[in-house]
């Protein structure tokens, strides 16, 4: 196992010119926790971006993405993936210069060959585990949330230097920094998404209440059972483990848990999630993700239409 660090030193990072591409979920907080921690920074926005009223309103000038990338000998590249090749081969690309770093918190474009930097450049990544809200009130608060490193290409000899004093920089060493990989940290985060977080889960989550109600029971009793609970066990697993969660709930649920689980997850269902991890292994899934952004998200849209119609049925 990667040994975890806690301690970072902040110098490197303050000695830089952080330039903040975007300022939504993620770039917020990176650059208010910049900000706070004594970093240069400046915001990077496109003319008539929503977000401008929002970094005005923090105490940030807001300036364009080129001007901002000139000025920086760091670019912090944390506008939504599909958008990062676009961004950086029109407003970013001819602003690096030797010595100069980029730095991503998701490793998609880079990995994908969506951002390709000349040789001379620092290419890091910090990812934090969490959303940029979360990072945001617990630094505020003195704590942090764990993140993941890693260094694509080290041209300066000190980038590993460098990403731990930016993970310092945002909070996140107070929680914990593990060593990646831009792969790894890709493939588990696109894998984790869509096989558990926000695909496997809802999906069970709506295959359960759907069951209770086509069975005849009251749609608020399902809600109680299947979607108001869930949250009460995930607190548990997050703060002791699933045995600790276990240790928490009645043996009636205990037994019931056990006895249910290699039934609901089978062999069918860890043979789909090997396939789903195939498709993101492959590139086969960001190729489709990035066609579909090419087609003004025509597959989202209608998958979007299908989902609503579904959840306007129960």
Same mark, same amino acid.
């Given at each position: 196992?990667?040994?975890?660090?806690?301690?970072?030193?902040?110098? *490197?990072?303050?000695?830089?010119?952080?330039?903040?591409?975007?300022?939504?979920?993620? +770039?917020? !907080?990176?650059?208010?926790? %910049?900000?706070?921690?004594?970093?240069?920074?400046?915001?990077?926005?496109?003319?008539?971006?929503?977000?401008?009223?929002? #970094?005005? /309103?923090?105490?940030?000038?807001?300036?364009?993405? *080129?001007?901002?990338? #000139?000025?920086?000998?760091?670019?912090?590249?944390?506008?939504?993936?599909?958008?990062?090749?676009?961004?950086?081969?029109?407003?970013? &690309?001819?602003?690096?210069?030797?010595?100069?770093?980029?730095?991503?918190?998701?490793?998609?474009?880079?990995?994908?060959?969506?951002?390709?930097? *000349?040789?001379?450049?620092?290419?890091?990544?910090?990812?934090?585990? =969490?959303?940029? +809200?979360?990072?945001?009130? %617990?630094? &505020? @608060?003195?704590?942090?949330?764990?993140?993941?490193?890693?260094?694509? @290409?080290?041209?300066?000899?000190?980038?590993?230097?460098?990403?731990?004093?930016?993970? /310092?920089?945002?909070?996140?060493?107070?929680? =914990?920094?593990?060593?990646?990989?831009?792969?790894?940290?890709?493939?588990?985060?696109?894998? =984790?998404?869509?096989?558990?977080?926000?695909?496997?889960?809802?999906?069970?989550?709506?295959?359960?209440?759907?069951?209770?109600?086509?069975?005849?029971? @009251?749609?608020? $009793? #399902?809600?109680?059972?299947?979607?108001?609970?869930?949250?009460?066990?995930?607190?548990?697993?997050?703060?002791?483990? $699933?045995?600790?969660?276990?240790?928490?709930?009645?043996?009636? #649920?205990?037994? =019931?848990?056990?006895? !249910?689980?290699?039934?609901? $997850?089978?062999? @069918?269902?860890?043979?789909?999630?090997?396939?789903?991890?195939?498709?993101?292994?492959?590139?086969?899934?960001?190729?489709?993700?990035?066609?579909?952004?090419?087609?003004?998200? /025509?597959?989202?849209?209608?998958?979007?239409?299908? /989902?609503?119609?579904?959840?306007?049925?129960?």
């Amino acid at each position: 196992m990667s040994d975890v660090i806690y301690q970072a030193s902040l110098e *490197p990072i303050r000695g830089r010119r952080v330039g903040i591409i975007g300022y939504g979920n993620q +770039a917020h !907080a990176h650059a208010l926790n %910049l900000r706070d921690s004594g970093v240069p920074v400046r915001v990077g926005l496109r003319e008539g971006s929503p977000s401008a009223g929002r #970094a005005k /309103a923090d105490g940030f000038a807001v300036e364009s993405i *080129p001007a901002v990338s #000139a000025w920086s000998d760091m670019v912090c590249l944390l506008t939504p993936d599909h958008t990062h090749g676009v961004l950086y081969q029109s407003d970013i &690309q001819e602003s690096l210069t030797d010595g100069d770093a980029l730095l991503v918190a998701h490793g998609f474009s880079v990995l994908y060959g969506q951002v390709s930097t *000349p040789p001379t450049v620092d290419v890091v990544l910090v990812a934090p585990v =969490g959303p940029g +809200a979360m990072l945001r009130r %617990l630094f &505020q @608060q003195g704590h942090g949330i764990p993140a993941s490193f890693a260094v694509h @290409q080290d041209a300066s000899g000190r980038a590993d230097e460098l990403a731990l004093s930016y993970a /310092a920089g945002i909070g996140c060493t107070r929680a =914990g920094v593990l060593r990646s990989s831009f792969r790894e940290e890709t493939e588990t985060d696109l894998f =984790g998404e869509q096989a558990v977080l926000c695909g496997g889960l809802t999906g069970l989550i709506e295959a359960g209440f759907q069951t209770l109600v086509a069975a005849g029971y @009251q749609p608020e $009793i #399902a809600y109680f059972e299947c979607v108001h609970q869930v949250k009460l066990i995930v607190d548990l697993v997050y703060e002791f483990g $699933i045995q600790g969660m276990y240790d928490r709930i009645s043996e009636t #649920a205990e037994f =019931g848990a056990y006895r !249910a689980a290699p039934r609901i $997850i089978d062999s @069918q269902v860890e043979k789909t999630m090997r396939e789903l991890l195939g498709d993101i292994q492959s590139g086969r899934f960001a190729r489709d993700w990035i066609t579909d952004w090419s087609h003004q998200f /025509a597959e989202l849209h209608e998958l979007r239409r299908q /989902a609503n119609e579904e959840i306007a049925s129960l």
